[in-house]
């Protein structure tokens, strides 16, 4: 019930293109749903985070879609840059007590030329 | 820059012996979170601490590992009798009050021989 899934594991997208990350979780008790963003041998940065009471989030070219009753949530990446290639990892949490994190897999992007 | 610190940055250790990792939050936060992150894969929790008191140390194996924060000075993380299984890149995270927004220091590796 602790578990988030994510997927896919790898993604090779064509620069310009819009790679779309997913993520699934089952605790009802998770009500914050940030995604990270870390590159080799740094630590995972914060890129944008959502709760339930909105669909959609914005921030320049993240947007995270939500969908509550689907309990999944999706990180898109719009005209992605060869930058943008780096491990993204979303998690979830309790906005109460505890506060701890709970991550997806991974997904490593690849943004070609 | 008042980013969360680690160190040291690499740490490497001979089976048996103890592993100190330190961890100086971002000024103003008084909550720490340490992940381990094995390769190709998703941070796990390990333990959330406050200023003198662990909140929530559901994620720390039960033998060897031990943390703390005191009233002064960095959270320490602290491995005893290391094992091989015990290379991870550990990371700290902090935050400013009984929140999610967690911000990432660059880590530790610990590399067991």
């Known amino acids: 019930q602790q578990q988030v899934k994510q997927s896919p594991q790898s993604l090779i997208v064509q620069k310009g293109g819009i790679p779309i990350i997913n993520c699934a979780y089952e605790?009802?008790?998770?009500?914050?749903f940030p995604w990270y963003q870390q590159f080799p041998g740094k630590g995972p940065a914060l890129l944008i985070a959502?709760?339930?009471?909105?669909s959609e989030k914005k921030e320049g070219r993240f947007t995270i879609s939500f969908n509550k009753s689907a309990k999944q949530f999706s990180l898109h990446i719009m005209d992605s840059q060869p930058g943008d290639s780096a491990t993204y990892f979303c998690?979830?949490?309790?906005?109460?007590?505890?506060?701890?994190?709970?991550f997806g897999t991974g997904t490593q992007l690849k943004v070609e030329l | 820059n008042a980013g969360v610190m680690q160190n040291p940055r690499h740490l490497v250790r001979r089976r048996g012996q103890e592993a100190r990792l330190r961890c100086s939050p971002m000024?103003?936060?008084?909550?720490v979170y340490w992940y381990r992150q094995l390769p190709e894969e998703g941070l796990k929790f390990m333990v959330y601490?406050?200023?003198?008191?662990?909140?929530?140390e559901s994620g720390m194996p039960k033998e060897r590992f031990s943390a703390e924060f005191p009233k002064e000075g960095p959270s320490i993380l602290r491995i005893q009798q290391v094992v091989r299984g015990d290379s991870a890149a550990y990371f700290c995270?902090?935050?400013?009050?009984?929140?999610?927004?967690?911000?990432f220091g660059p880590g530790t590796r610990l590399t067991v021989l």
């Open positions: 995270a902090s935050s400013a009050r009984v929140t999610n927004e967690q911000f």
């Open positions: 605790n009802t008790a998770f009500d914050y």
């Open positions: 959502i709760r339930p009471d909105v």
């Open positions: 998690a979830a949490g309790p906005t109460g007590g505890g506060n701890k994190l709970t």
């Open positions: 000024k103003g936060h008084s909550h």
């Open positions: 601490l406050q200023k003198e008191n662990i909140i929530d």
